[in-house]
């Protein structure tokens, strides 16, 4: 499903000052697989996600998604592939204040062109499908943090997207609200959704069955997780 080949961030920070965020990855992600991806502040994860997330482009190097060479796109044509191949998640919830849930969900399929009935059916299933049917009319600060955040997961899988990317989902959840939003995400997975991770807690990267530790702009490890671990902190 994502293939990358000698992906190289660059800024360029000066004249003569280049400050390198990404520096030969090379990976591939499986259709169904649950990836974490790893790092301390400064390791070049959110460099590497944004480019897995078609929010930027590559230095040099190729990225394919589906078989399409996406580091080669244009910015209408990026815009296309995450609307509709990408399901984000982010540890600030990015919802709308003054809509509701089910108008938040909505919103992808706005852009997709969805016709109005349609837009609220497949919002509805998708607020199922995150246990929040009986929330459907509230707005963001009428719901608590793992509510928001499940509003937002049904945003993710409105467009029945390829892959749900997941930055920090438990950032701004206390440890008993986190650990349902993970829980959350192993029921997601074991649906068939692919689902990439991206961490800088390893109790967190421990749910995946597969964490890639970045360091300094490089892959450090690249790691299956045991079956008998992988189910995370008790």
């Not at 969805?114 to 719901?143: G, M």
């Not at 029945?160 to 829980?183: R, Y």
Request: charged share 25%.
């Amino acid at each position: 499903m994502i293939r990358t080949e000698d992906l190289w961030k660059t800024y360029e920070m000066g004249p003569e000052n280049k400050v390198h965020a990404l520096q030969g990855v090379t990976f591939h992600i499986r259709r169904n697989e649950y990836v974490a991806i790893m790092g301390p502040s400064g390791s070049g994860k959110s460099t590497l996600m944004n480019l897995i997330g078609c929010l930027d482009t590559p230095s040099k190097g190729n990225y394919w998604l589906n078989g399409k060479l996406v580091s080669d796109m244009k910015d209408d044509e990026l815009a296309h592939i995450r609307n509709k191949e990408i399901g984000f998640v982010f540890q600030t919830f990015n919802l709308l204040p003054r809509s509701s849930a089910l108008h938040n969900v909505e919103l992808p399929l706005v852009y997709s062109g969805i016709a109005s009935r349609e837009r609220i059916e497949r919002a509805k299933q998708a607020l199922a499908l995150v246990e929040l049917s009986d929330r459907i009319q509230h707005r963001p600060n009428e719901l608590s943090g793992g509510q928001r955040q499940r509003v937002a997961i049904a945003r993710a899988l409105v467009n029945k997207p390829s892959i749900i990317l997941a930055d920090e989902p438990t950032g701004n959840l206390d440890s008993q609200t986190g650990l349902e939003i993970m829980a959350l995400f192993d029921r997601l997975h074991a649906e068939g959704n692919t689902i990439i991770l991206v961490t800088h807690e390893r109790d967190i990267a421990a749910y995946a069955h597969r964490v890639i530790s970045i360091r300094d702009g490089k892959i450090a490890s690249d790691e299956a997780i045991a079956e008998h671990v992988k189910s995370g902190p008790a």
